[in-house]
Every structure is written in structure tokens, then in C-alpha cells.
């Protein structure tokens, strides 16, 4: 059975899209993965996840994304537009699973496969743990460029998340276009 783990990085940040990705691994891919530490993304360093990715691209894995921007994000709020992405990300994989694992409590809509939502997945499935690291990388990588654009909010220090300095950036010079409206900021 080829299942492909499916993950999201940035649902809770002020700013910027929200990522998800759909993975699918071959057992030698999870063995040598497992070697290198793979687990859930927010538990890896920033050099552990980029390693990992790297890992990924060199052993060929099969994975595809989908950022959802913050003007989706506003108009059908972040739960949808988090499924709209996983989905998204699941139909552009080059083939169809049998069956997805998803991180959370949440199956994805109107996908056309079998599919299980489980809690605390990425630490449990090595699909999801992959599909964690390829959201997140992808999402940080994003969230620096935006930084060279607008480099007076600090988003590669905090990544779009609520900080201090983050909230201050945004009372002083206002909201960018990559701000979720809905969010609340103070």
C-alpha cells in the first residue's frame, strides 16, 4: 500500500501563507531517514530540518506543496484554507496514493482516497514527519524572502509568528499584503 503523509507548517502566524505537503516514502527512503533524526518539524533545529530536506532531495523522495496566501487565508480562514492546501498538494503528487495519513484531527475534503486523520502523526508516521520538514522548510524559506522585502518586521527571525517585536513592527508601520487581516495582532 503507497500512503503519502500530509502536514502543514504556519497556521498560527500573523503573517505570511500557510504550507502544506503531501509525501510519499519507499521503506529504504524511511530507513535512512530514521537514521538522520526525522520527526516532527517543530522539534528539529532549523540545520536538522534543511539537512533533512537535503536528505530528501538526494534520495529522490516524492513530495509536492501548496501555500495557501493570506488573502485565502482571510476570506475562508485558516482551517479551510490549511484542507484546500493539504488536498492541493495531495492531487499535484505525480501519482495517487492508496491512502493518505494526515496530521491532526481533520481529514481532507473531497479527496477521492482512503484516508486517516491522526493526532501527534508526525511523530508517529514517517510520511508525516517527511511532509512536516518539507512544509516547514519551504514556509521559512518563504518568510525570508518576504524579509529582504520588507525588512523593518524581522520575518526571518520569527517567521510571521505573534512576537513582541512583531506586534510592535506592525502598530509603527501598519499591515504588509502578506498580513492576515482575520488574525488578531494585538
Known sequence: MILAGVDEAGRGPLAGPVVAAAVILTQSQKDEMRMLGLRDSKKMTPLRREKAFAKMLELGVVWRAQAAVAERIDRDNILRATLWAMRRAVERLPFRPDGVIVDGNQ????????????????????????????????????????????????????????????????????????????????
Not at 116 to 127: F, K, P
Request: hydrophobic share 40%; proline share 5%.
Open 107 to 186: 481529514e481532507i475534503p473531497s479527496l477521492d482516497c482512503y484516508q486517516q486523520a491522526v493526532i501527534g502523526g508526525d511523530d508517529l508516521y514517517a510520511e508525516i514527519s517527511a511532509a512536516s520538514v518539507v512544509a516547514k522548510v519551504l514556509r521559512d524559506r518563504v518568510m525570508c524572502v518576504y524579509d529582504v522585502i520588507y525588512p523593518e518586521y524581522g520575518f526571518a527571525k520569527h517567521k510571521g509568528y505573534g512576537t513582541v517585536a512583531h506586534r510592535q513592527a506592525i502598530a509603527a508601520l501598519g499591515p504588509t499584503p502578506i498580513h492576515r487581516r482575520s488574525f488578531n495582532w494585538k
